[in-house]
């Protein structure tokens, strides 16, 4: 059945002009971090279920207009689903902004603070642009990435994210 739904998964070139240093198809990169709620999570606690990564800054005009949508579309969607998980990882921001932040969108999933962006460049380069999503399997590699909020690759990481759940 695995062999069934890797053939499964659609395949995504990521542009180069994207700055990502991590690939579709490599393990997602260890580290831990804690929600402004104060909850503390590890990568491999997430083992086991698909797992999106929204990275995000309260100074970033395309976050404010793409969180919406993941709040609505994605994680209204599946925010009871046992086997998912979504966090919004807030690029070296104090906590008392990004809580600002989550109610001025408004969005309830959690946001995770990442101090001086600890977490941010073990995906990107140094100097990319915040506003990208990265999904996981259940397995923890990488299978998906976006860049900006572009309504059609939205529209694809939903299905991805659908069909992972299958």
């Known amino acids: 059945m695995a062999a069934t739904l890797q053939a499964q998964k659609p395949v995504k070139e990521i542009p180069a002009d994207y700055g990502y240093i991590v690939k579709i198809g490599q393990q997602v990169p ?53 086997n998912f998980a979504l966090y919004g990882i807030d690029l070296d921001e104090p906590k008392e902004v990004v809580e600002k932040f989550a109610k001025q969108i408004p969005i309830t999933y959690p946001l995770a603070l990442d101090p001086k962006g600890g977490i941010f460049y073990q995906f990107a380069e140094k100097g990319a642009g915040v506003t990208r999503n990265v999904i996981v399997d259940k397995t923890g590699k990488i299978v998906f990435m976006t860049r900006l909020y572009k309504e059609e690759e939205f529209q694809e990481m939903k299905k991805v994210i659908a069909e992972l759940l299958k």
Not at 34 to 56: A, C, H, N, R
Not at 58 to 80: F, G
Request: charged share 30%; with cysteine.
């Open 30 to 82: 260890e580290f831990t971090f804690t929600t402004s709620e104060g909850k503390t999570v590890k990568t491999t606690d997430l083992i086991g279920k698909i797992v999106m990564f929204q990275f995000t800054a309260s100074w970033c005009s395309v976050c404010r207009k793409e969180m919406p949508h993941i709040e609505a579309d994605i994680w209204k969607k599946y925010k009871d689903n046992p």
